[in-house]
């Protein structure tokens, strides 16, 4: 089931005031209600197609590519990333680029994003002696750079 998530991000613990007003039993929703939006939604479309619209070379597919049949490998993981993760994993990295200024994705925007796109979606071997992220970042340094 955690395949359907894009990614897996740790937003920490409230600040004291927040978690007071929580619980006290105030609404959830009514305090995420009283949130300012920072985007419509057509920014926020506009802002998506323009993700899509970033440019992937051949290289870097093969990079990607690359990365998610290492996790299929068997050395890293006990079962390895679907097709639907690598998927997630160039619109992540290309998010990251645009948001960068860019209208292309780096090896380093792939990088930056593999660790909270993949971990979630892993089991990392039994003799491995660590966690996932762990993992992911070893196989990180195993695997080149197309």
Do not use: C
Request: hydrophobic residues 50%; proline residues 5%; neutral net charge.
């Amino acid at each position: 089931q955690l395949d359907r998530f894009l990614m897996r991000i740790s937003l920490g613990y409230p600040d004291r005031v927040a978690e007071r007003q929580l619980l006290a039993g105030s609404d959830r929703r009514e305090l995420v209600d009283r949130l300012p939006s920072l985007l419509n939604p057509a920014e926020l479309q506009k802002l998506q197609q323009l993700v899509l619209d970033v440019h992937a070379s051949e290289p870097l597919l093969d990079y990607v590519q690359d990365l998610i049949e290492a996790t299929r490998s068997g050395r890293w993981f006990v079962q390895g990333l679907s097709p639907r993760a690598g998927i997630a994993v160039l619109r992540a990295a290309k998010a990251r680029a645009l948001l960068n200024g860019r209208d292309f994705v780096a090896p380093d925007d792939v990088r930056a994003i593999l660790p909270q796109t993949i971990a979630h979606r892993l089991i990392p071997v039994a003799d491995a002696g660590r966690g996932a992220v762990a993992q992911v970042s070893a196989m990180l340094d195993a695997v080149a750079i197309s």
